[in-house]
């Protein structure tokens, strides 16, 4: 018995069709075949049947649309099908940006910088962006090997190409893969230049790839790119290493780049900065596109740091620094007295036992950006008023900071394509582990030149007799305690992410941890100045705030939580550690809210 298949089945099943005959790659031509086999198998088994049903559903998603540029670029599941990351996809989305650079540039030869890490099919990706827009007219730089994200945003800037390309999915599972767009040279110009793409750029590229008529009829050159040599890593290293103080460097580091491109170049980059008691995760250090010690390559999921935090309890380090797999993120862990303290009863060899922790990303973003803007400010290099950046739903201490210091500051919609546009930028982050230490050299986030900054502040209260603990305490001090958290929802079913959305924009909570929900926000009719997005943000009257929305690179609905508690300028430790206590407790307690809110 066949699978009954409905008039638009038959039109779908044709599609793929066309698909296989359009698509130049072996494995995902193959892997289509098979799915339409599955589907047309003539039985009378039960168990095939099942199978045919589950390949039918298969086939629907790989086609339901085209993969379209979100928050990060193109990102998806490497399969076959214009839903996914192949090589037709890929093609397709060159021909279309070749097609647009010439629209922009008329009568002129564009310029591309293309990138690629070191996961399935990227270099690939890579060269048949390079065939391509060589062949529609443009000069390309392909750089020599797998690096990472901020080597190829650097050298675009470094070349001043009208465009840049990075082949990578960062820290999405080994399955994905991505394609992220830059524009600048005389395409973009200004507070924008060289940063990933936003409206109507976007849309403008999307209409270019949805003409292409077919990967066909697209022309590939087979040679005529320029492959830049390894000066063009020298160059990035030379740069970052520039950024450095003179300050001390009495530091023991524990690096992994979580099976990424980034572990060389963050090893050379501090010892060439003088940091020489560096300590890599040898089971972590060489590029593998399986990612065979995590679930998943980013350093935010529970367990990622746990081979590091062992090296770090083993070594008496006193830092630990991880990258996710492209190196445009950054994270830290460090010992806390407080973490100690509570896990008394935790085995002597449990790195917990130390007081091993990482660190929140608005706990490195606050510390970096006071940093960076301490060290300005010191410098007395002062052109004009520059500004603290960061994403709306991270941290509102960094405007606290930024007021401090004379500084301005502004809120962006998520993303580093927004945080990067902010005018005059000295300094921006996002809680998700992205740090821009140093926009003229790179406008977008970068894990490298972050890890310098981390390593000279930690040296730097080393020598003090100091903890980035004690660090992060005066800024409660002088602030008040921000104490932010993240509540994720993670859907198999994609529908019920509008849905959860609606549900909660109907019925929104009217207390958060017992304080009236003084404000609530619709974040899609634009919000403080910003364009609208989907996202809905509440306000209490005690100032806890939290702000919902679907996340732009993963199946998820995320809650970004954020409680303030006062602090005295003279508080001891022992008074900050009730108050971290008290605002945990009330964080716990907006979670379960949250929770119950959004039906979970």
Not at 330 to 337: E, F, G, L, T, Y
């Amino acid at each position: 018995m066949s699978l009954e298949l409905t008039e638009a089945d038959q039109l779908l099943l044709q599609q793929a069709r066309d698909w296989i005959a359009d698509d130049p790659e072996p494995i995902t031509r193959a892997e289509l075949t098979e799915l339409l086999d599955t589907i047309e198998t003539d039985s009378d088994d039960a168990e095939a049947h099942g199978r045919a049903g589950a390949a039918l559903t298969d086939l629907r998603d790989r086609f339901n649309g085209i993969l379209q540029f979100g928050t990060a670029g193109l990102r998806g599941r490497i399969e076959a099908g214009p839903n996914r990351m192949n090589r037709s996809v890929v093609i397709r989305a060159a021909a279309g940006l070749g097609a647009f650079l010439k629209e922009s540039l008329p009568g002129e030869t564009p310029t591309v910088a293309i990138g690629y890490d070191a996961r399935h099919f990227s270099q690939a990706f890579a060269l048949d962006s390079a065939a391509v827009l060589t062949a529609a007219g443009c000069e390309v730089y392909l750089l020599p090997s797998a690096l990472s994200t901020p080597v190829l945003a650097y050298t675009m800037r470094r070349l001043n190409t009208d465009a840049g390309i990075v082949v990578t999915a960062s820290h999405n599972p080994p399955q994905d893969n991505g394609y992220k767009v830059y524009l600048g040279g005389r395409v973009v110009t200004g507070d924008g230049q060289g940063a990933q793409i936003v409206p109507p750029y976007d849309g403008q590229i999307a209409a270019k790839i949805a003409a292409v008529p077919s990967v066909a009829q697209t022309l590939q050159a087979p040679s005529g790119w320029i492959t830049l040599n390894d000066d063009a890593v020298t160059s990035y290293v030379d740069a970052v290493v520039g950024l450095k103080s003179d300050g001390p460097r009495d530091l023991t580091a524990v690096l992994t780049p979580l099976h990424g491109v980034g572990g060389k170049v963050v090893e050379r980059v501090l010892s060439e900065a003088g940091f020489e008691r560096l300590i890599p995760v040898a089971e972590q250090y060489v590029p593998d596109p399986d990612f065979p010690t995590v679930t998943f390559p980013n350093p935010e999921e529970p367990g990622a740091i746990d081979l590091s935090l062992e090296y770090a309890f083993k070594n008496d380090a006193d830092i630990v620094i991880a990258n996710d797999p492209d190196t445009d993120r950054c994270a830290a862990a460090v010992k806390d007295p407080r973490v100690a303290a509570a896990f008394q009863d935790v085995p002597s060899d449990n790195p917990a036992a130390a007081g091993w922790r990482m660190l929140h990303g608005d706990e490195v973003g606050s510390l970096l950006g006071n940093f960076v803007a301490s060290r300005y400010v010191d410098s007395g290099c002062h052109e004009g008023r520059l500004r603290l950046a960061n994403s709306i739903v991270s941290s509102r201490l960094l405007g606290k900071i930024a007021s401090a210091h004379g500084l301005n500051h502004s809120n962006t919609l998520t993303g580093f394509k927004w945080i990067a546009r902010a005018p005059q930028l000295l300094f921006g982050y996002e809680e998700a582990l992205g740090y821009c230490v140093a926009p003229n050299l790179v406008r977008d986030k970068d894990g490298i030149s972050a890890a310098l900054l981390l390593a000279e502040l930690a040296a730097l209260l080393k020598s003090q007799g100091r903890t980035i603990i004690d660090y992060l305490d005066d800024l409660a001090r002088e602030h008040g305690l921000y104490l932010t958290d993240q509540l994720s929802a993670r859907f198999s079913d994609l529908s019920r992410i509008p849905a959860t959305m609606a549900t909660l924009r109907s019925a929104p909570p009217a207390t958060l941890a017992g304080s009236t929900v003084a404000q609530v926000a619709d974040l899609a009719d634009g919000y403080d100045g910003l364009p609208p997005t989907d996202g809905l943000l509440l306000l209490a009257e005690d100032g806890t705030r939290v702000i919902v929305r679907p996340s732009g690179t993963e199946p998820k609905v995320k809650c970004y939580m954020e409680v303030i508690e006062n602090v005295a300028s003279d508080a001891s430790f022992d008074d900050l550690t009730v108050a971290r206590a008290a605002a945990r407790a009330r964080m716990e307690q907006v979670r379960l809210d949250m929770k119950a809110a959004l039906g979970l």
